[in-house]
């Protein structure tokens, strides 16, 4: 017996994609790499993604096909390629971003997601290309602080991949798993189900040229912030706390997670958030109400420059549940902090880029 294209195609084309029908043949799922050596054959089947939920079955039921309609004796060999680029490595997903900063906590209610906010919207009112990543992963809070939670970002084909476009507010772009999920719902996620998303919000989407790219980290040290050091070689963190001892002691865990040998991210500075409350009836006045300057003590035992205190006014609450950035109103108390905030990272960013070597993603040890 001999073997030859024509008798392979016309036992694959027997063979229903279950998707919408059509045969092997008529999808143009069989790659043109056919070889035939005697009684065996090899071929590539074509799927749009890897992650095509009927690939082992058209695998299966192609080599039965073929020992049915050819001969039980026939040797089949089928591989898999997918029309959809694989997204790029770790360490190389953005590679049109200068910088990536990861707004960090040791604790959660210090007001990490509303300084990450501010601090991305000051840095784009500053005239730099900034994207800002909400990468807590299980309280989401971006959506509702840039008041876009209807917001439903779609995928383009872009260079045969199916990229997820940014949404964009007040001159940045933006992603948040927040888009994806029932806001009224829990994330029920393992570790490895949060990890995967939070890959497809960094690589599968069209982030562009970007100055800055702003994460969110979640709050304390957790599986999210290990696959983000081991996904993007960041920069340098920008540490947020409170003055009370309790979140100073949290925040110290922050400092030591992202420095030690194995990390190896650089601290860019303290965050002195509530550092004190000013009434608007009286815009002089301060009242110390979580201890006086507890960060910035906390900056000069770390040998850590403090890039910013962020008083509480009544209308930074306000402005972030109603989707509106304290920064946008330059002129207020915490627009001018807020701006003072993102020009003490620009500076401290240059200095780190021009006196240390560029981050390493961390290494899996498998």
């Known amino acids: 017996m001999t073997l030859y294209p024509k008798l392979i195609l016309d036992a694959l084309n027997t063979v229903r994609y279950p998707g919408n029908g059509k045969t092997l043949v008529e999808n143009e799922m069989i790659a043109d790499n056919m070889r035939i050596d005697g009684m065996s054959v090899s071929f590539s089947l074509v799927f749009e993604k890897m992650t095509d939920p009927f690939k082992a079955s058209m695998l299966k039921s192609a080599e039965t096909a073929i020992h049915t309609y050819i001969s039980p004796d026939v040797k089949v060999d089928i591989t898999v390629e997918s029309k959809q680029a694989a997204r790029p490595e770790p360490g190389k997903m953005l590679p049109q971003v200068k910088n990536i900063i990861a707004v960090s906590s040791g604790k959660g209610g210090v007001g990490k997601s509303t300084v990450a906010a501010n601090l991305a919207v000051a840095l784009s009112k500053l005239g730099y290309k900034v994207g800002l990543l909400d990468a807590d992963i299980f309280g989401p809070s ?155 003590k906390l900056a000069e035992q770390m040998n850590v420059p403090l890039l910013g205190q962020i008083p509480i006014v009544q209308s930074i609450c306000e402005s972030g549940d109603e989707g509106i950035p304290a920064t946008l109103d330059e002129n207020s108390i915490t627009g001018m902090a807020f701006f003072n905030l993102a020009e003490n990272v620009v500076r401290q960013t240059e200095i780190r880029n021009a006196t240390e070597p560029p981050t390493h993603i961390v290494e899996i040890n498998k």
Do not use: C
């Open 142 to 296: 971006m959506p509702k602080m840039f008041q876009v939670e209807d917001a439903r970002p779609y995928a383009e084909k872009i260079d045969g991949r199916d990229l997820i476009i940014p949404i964009e507010k007040y001159g940045l772009k933006m992603l948040s798993i927040g888009f994806f999920v029932d806001p009224d719902q829990p994330t029920l996620w393992r570790g490895g189900m949060a990890s995967n998303a939070l890959k497809q919000l960094i690589g599968d989407a069209d982030w562009g040229d970007l100055d800055y790219f702003v994460i969110d980290t979640p709050p304390g040290t957790s599986d999210i912030h290990l696959t983000l050091v081991q996904t993007l070689a960041i920069t340098g963190a920008v540490i947020v706390s409170t003055p009370q001892e309790v979140a100073l002691a949290d925040a110290r865990k922050g400092i030591h997670m992202y420095t030690t040998d194995k990390v190896n991210v650089p601290i860019l500075g303290l965050v002195e958030n509530m550092a004190w409350f000013t009434p608007a009836e009286l815009p002089q006045n301060k009242y110390y109400i979580f201890g006086k300057e507890g960060v910035k």
